[in-house]
């Protein structure tokens, strides 16, 4: 869509579409419902899009990713499918991104580019502006590139159609043509929903010949040449004004656009979009002008719509424009790609955050929906949910597969030491002799992402665990030794994490050794620091042997 700020909601956040019935525990599985019952030809078309202004974030995977599951349902039950995502790249450059991301996706500021070469092509489509990291043949290309490989990290089929493309290849042409033929009627029913529209309005944006920028000021018509004539004039972007050069030239409908409210319903027009979802701004707005134009200027009939709530990340709105953006690149440092499939398999009607700081959250929460495919769970809706949408969420359906807890594996991340990775793995029951080596293979992959995860947000996972016992001098007929013998029975008693942390307490007490001092031992003898996470909850989640051994001081 071509709108890529998004307003913060709540977690618990309700729509308008709250209350709708649905049939399936799978809300794609009902939105296949209802474009099967329009009867549709194959291929049936469901359509996103976005305007390729910066970084796609994650929130533009939102039609990717609904639109994706929509049609794989329909693909489960026999029908050709086309999901196609429209770069609206012939729109103009109207302000300067905050952050850019090189061919790699990762994240990089202005300061990393030539900003002002930038700057000097404000107002000019996106497909005109060189790419700033010289990677591919412009600004738009770079941009839709990312998008693409995002989508193929996520292993989501995706056609990229470019506007511009279609622009220049004529497919507008029939649309263009009209909507000018009737322009009267469009004006009338464009009016209905947005102001200043009056008898000089004339709904197409030529492409200055001079300077490339494109205007907004129509004097002239030829149906018969399919050609307008234009004066450069300035364009209005936000507070902001560009500058026109002035120029009076003559454009043919290729050498230009329709605006935004003219060229959503074209696009439904030239690909028979069946399906589209989009965000609830435009449910408020583009939406109802789109289907009047449709139905009352293009004489076409407007997709089944489907509008989905915003997330945000960390009580945040995502915007491309300011700079507040997590990437599908930057999250699957962090996560399996199925975890994130399966945050966009949630029901689109809620609006959710993303909070970074509790990712663990998340991921137990998809633990508990894979186990609930195979061996179900206590919650009834959880299970059905997952029998229905599972089945796409994850590339291979496999039993045997193994999903170390998320914070288990930031555990495990704080040593470098697979042999004992595993071991604490085996200790725990994770994994064992009849594991396949695959398996054991794809758990530890979640270690890494754990790791880096406990590193970004420098949390209580964020510590080097040692693997040998660090130099500490304790006398062995010391308090502080029958204290630490103490503990370690209290562990190899199966303690949880709040039992040990209790027992340190009071063994600290029992033995008259300041607390603070035995926390202080403890954190020297695991980390060879003076400090570090809560130890009882962090030697509780440790391998109840290895925690015993290093407690006793014998390596």
């Given at each position: 869509?071509?709108?890529?700020t ?7 956040a ?13 809300w ?12 549709p ?18 929130g ?9 599951y929509?049609a794989e ?11 196609v995502?429209t ?7 109207r ?13 990089v500021?202005?300061g990393?580019?030539d ?10 489509p996106?497909?005109?502006?060189p790419d700033?990291f ?5 600004y738009a ?18 056609e ?9 290849e004529g497919k ?8 000018l ?10 009016s209905?929903?947005q102001s ?8 197409f ?9 494109i ?19 300035d364009m209005t ?6 500058d ?15 605006p935004?409210?003219?060229e959503?319903?074209?696009?439904w027009?030239?690909l ?9 701004d435009?449910a ?11 139905e009352n200027?293009?004489?076409t009939?407007?997709?089944?719509p489907?509008?989905y ?12 424009s300011?700079?507040n953006i ?9 996560l ?7 945050f966009f ?12 700081e ?10 508990r ?9 206590n919650?009834?809706s ?5 029998e229905q949408?599972?089945?796409?969420v ?7 597969r ?6 288990f594996?930031?555990?495990l ?20 002799a009849?594991?396949p080596?695959?398996?054991?293979t794809?758990?530890?992959n ?6 880096i995860?406990a ?9 080097q665990?040692?693997e ?9 007929t010391?308090?502080?030794a ?7 029975e209290?562990?190899?008693e199966?303690s949880d ?18 607390v603070?001092?035995f ?11 003076s ?7 962090f030697?509780g989640e ?5 925690v ?6 014998e390596?």
């Amino acid at each position: 869509m071509n709108n890529d700020t998004q307003t913060a909601e709540t977690e618990n956040a309700e729509s308008t579409d709250e209350d709708e019935p649905q049939t399936h525990a799978f809300w794609a599985a009902t939105a296949a419902d209802e474009i099967e019952e329009t009867d549709p030809t194959d291929p049936i078309v469901i359509k996103g899009g976005v305007s390729p202004s910066g970084v796609a974030h994650l929130g533009n995977f939102n039609e990717v990713m609904r639109g994706y599951y929509i049609a794989e349902v329909l693909r489960e039950r026999g029908h050709e499918v086309r999901q196609v995502f429209t770069s609206d790249d012939r729109d103009p450059l109207r302000s300067l991104p905050q952050r850019l991301a090189d061919d790699t996706g990762e994240i990089v500021g202005l300061g990393d580019v030539d900003a002002g070469a930038l700057g000097r092509n404000l107002g000019r489509p996106y497909t005109d502006i060189p790419d700033p990291f010289g990677e591919s043949k412009s600004y738009a290309a770079h941009f839709t590139k990312l998008l693409a490989a995002d989508a193929d990290r996520l292993d989501i089929p995706v056609e990229i159609i470019s506007n511009t493309e279609y622009y220049q290849e004529g497919k507008f042409e029939e649309s263009i043509k009209c909507i000018l033929e009737d322009i009267d009627t469009a004006r009338e029913v464009l009016s209905e929903y947005q102001s200043k529209v009056d008898e000089d309005y004339v709904p197409f944006n030529p492409l200055c010949q001079n300077c490339g920028k494109i205007t907004e000021t129509v004097t002239d018509i030829d149906l018969d040449a399919q050609t307008v004539t234009y004066q450069c004039t300035d364009m209005t972007a936000g507070e902001k004004t560009i500058d026109g050069c002035g120029h009076e030239g003559v454009a043919t409908f290729r050498e230009g656009k329709l605006p935004w409210r003219f060229e959503w319903p074209a696009q439904w027009q030239i690909l028979d979009v069946d399906f589209e979802p989009f965000g609830k701004d435009h449910a408020e707005g583009s939406w109802p002008s789109g289907t009047d134009i449709a139905e009352n200027v293009l004489d076409t009939v407007p997709p089944i719509p489907m509008v989905y709530e915003w997330f945000t990340v960390n009580d945040e709105s995502l915007s491309s424009s300011t700079g507040n953006i997590v990437t599908v690149t930057e999250l699957l440092t962090l996560l399996e790609p199925a975890v994130i499939r399966y945050f966009f398999a949630l029901d689109p009607r809620r609006a959710r955050d993303l909070d970074l700081e509790n990712l663990d959250q998340l991921v137990d929460d998809f633990d508990r929906f894979e186990r609930a495919y195979f061996d179900g769970v206590n919650d009834e809706s959880i299970n059905e949910f997952a029998e229905q949408a599972y089945p796409y969420v994850v590339e291979n359906i496999d039993s045997e597969r193994v999903r170390l807890p998320y914070t288990f594996a930031a555990v495990l991340g704080m040593t470098d030491d697979r042999s004992l990775q595993i071991e604490m793995a085996r200790n725990e029951g994770h994994i064992d002799a009849e594991t396949p080596e695959w398996a054991v293979t794809d758990a530890l992959n979640r270690i890494e992402k754990a790791r880096i995860w406990a590193e970004r947000m420098d949390n209580t996972y964020n510590y080097q665990l040692q693997e040998t016992q660090p130099a500490i001098d304790i006398d062995p007929t010391s308090d502080t030794a029958k204290a630490l013998d103490t503990l370690a029975e209290v562990v190899a008693e199966g303690s949880d994490g709040e039992e040990i942390q209790e027992a340190i307490f009071d063994i600290a007490r029992d033995y008259d050794i300041p607390v603070g001092e035995f926390f202080e031992v403890g954190y020297q003898l695991f980390f060879d620091q003076s400090a570090g996470p809560r130890l009882g909850k962090f030697l509780g989640e440790l391998d109840a042997e290895f925690v015993v051994q290093r407690l006793r001081r014998e390596g």
